[in-house]
């Protein structure tokens, strides 16, 4: 019997998914993506992008969201679901045990992944984990609405790369 873990929110994040293209916009369509299918609501991934690119005054300082046709920073995912009535929040250092947990409760989990030589990085929306096939995602790279399988070594080996940071959207603001 193969050990699976599967997102209550799968179908929606799949059938919500919108391509990114050729940009470097992963992060803004991810986000796009999930609010879609927890909240219904249907921006467009190409202008929160532009929108996320201007710094926005949150207490003192102001807080810069995306790099201009780069990297989408987590607190700039976690900043955009907040607006939203989401609970979220952004954390290093997690692990592969909490991602199934987490899952398996219903939290919407968002991995960045990539790697130092040469320097990338991107973001899916994690949907299923499965003992044979690996890690299933959402991933705005391709068109279709299927998960996007990463094998184990893999995915730990690029999302160790990356600190194993991870972009959280908690279930219980989420579907409330």
Not at 112 to 125: C, D, F, R
Not at 126 to 137: M, Q, S
Request: a neutral charge; charged letters at 20%; one cysteine or more.
């Amino acid at each position: 019997m193969t050990l699976k873990h599967t997102s209550p929110h799968s179908t929606k994040l799949l059938k919500s998914l919108r391509c990114q293209g050729q940009s470097n916009d992963c992060g803004a369509y991810t986000t796009a993506t999930v609010l879609k299918a927890l909240r219904g609501i249907d921006l467009e991934p190409d202008q929160l992008a532009r929108e996320m690119e201007k710094p926005v005054r949150r207490g003192l300082l102001p807080m810069v969201r995306k790099i201009p046709n780069s990297a989408t920073l987590p607190w700039g995912m976690v900043d955009v679901f907040k607006q939203h009535g989401l609970n979220a929040h952004w954390r290093f250092f997690s692990n592969t045990d909490y991602l199934k947990q987490q899952l398996d409760r219903g939290n919407v989990l968002m991995p960045i992944i990539g790697n130092w030589k040469p320097l990338w990085a991107h973001v899916m929306t994690l949907v299923d984990v499965d003992e044979e096939k690996g890690w299933g995602f959402a991933n705005t790279q391709y068109e279709v609405q299927d998960p996007f399988w990463v094998a184990d070594a893999t995915f730990v080996s690029q999302w160790k790369a990356m600190g194993n940071l991870l972009v959280e959207v908690e279930v219980e603001a989420a579907v409330g």
